[in-house]
Nanobody, 115 residues
Framework: QVQLAESGGGLVQAGGSLRLSCAAS????????MGWYRQAPGKQRELVAS???????NYADSVKGRFAISRDNAKNTVYLQMDSLEPEDTAVYYC?????????WGQGTQVTVSS
């Protein structure tokens, strides 16, 4: 079965950095588009960044220039490097993959940015 395991969240001060990791299993990772989403309290889940099998990336406007998504196909892992963090980035971050017709999610990792 498909499993996504996020790690790397934590508490950081504004301006700091964190690197999230998502280890995937049960999919042909190198052919999969991977995504990072986040959900803040009282808000809808939103796309943060995605990366295709050939390395094309897409970012939410709010994180452009501060976050970078990357992948290591040898390790079946996708990363989210988050720099210049802001209190507004506080949320639970989820890893996502779609294996049609179903979308799969990890358990999420909490990121808290203090001002």
């Amino acid at each position: 079965q498909v499993q996504l395991a996020e790690s790397g969240g934590g508490l950081v001060q504004a301006g700091g950095s964190l690197r999230l990791s998502c280890a995937a299993s049960g999919i042909v990772f190198r052919f999969s588009t991977m995504g990072w989403y986040r959900q803040a309290p009282g808000k809808q889940r939103e796309l943060v960044a995605s990366i295709t099998s050939v390395g094309s990336t897409n970012y939410a406007d709010s994180v452009k220039g501060r976050f970078a998504i990357s992948r290591d196909n040898a390790k079946n892992t996708v990363y989210l490097q988050m720099d210049s963090l802001e209190p507004e980035d506080t949320a639970v971050y989820y890893c996502n993959v779609v294996r049609a017709p179903q979308a799969y999610w990890g358990q999420g990792t909490q990121v808290t940015v203090s001002s």
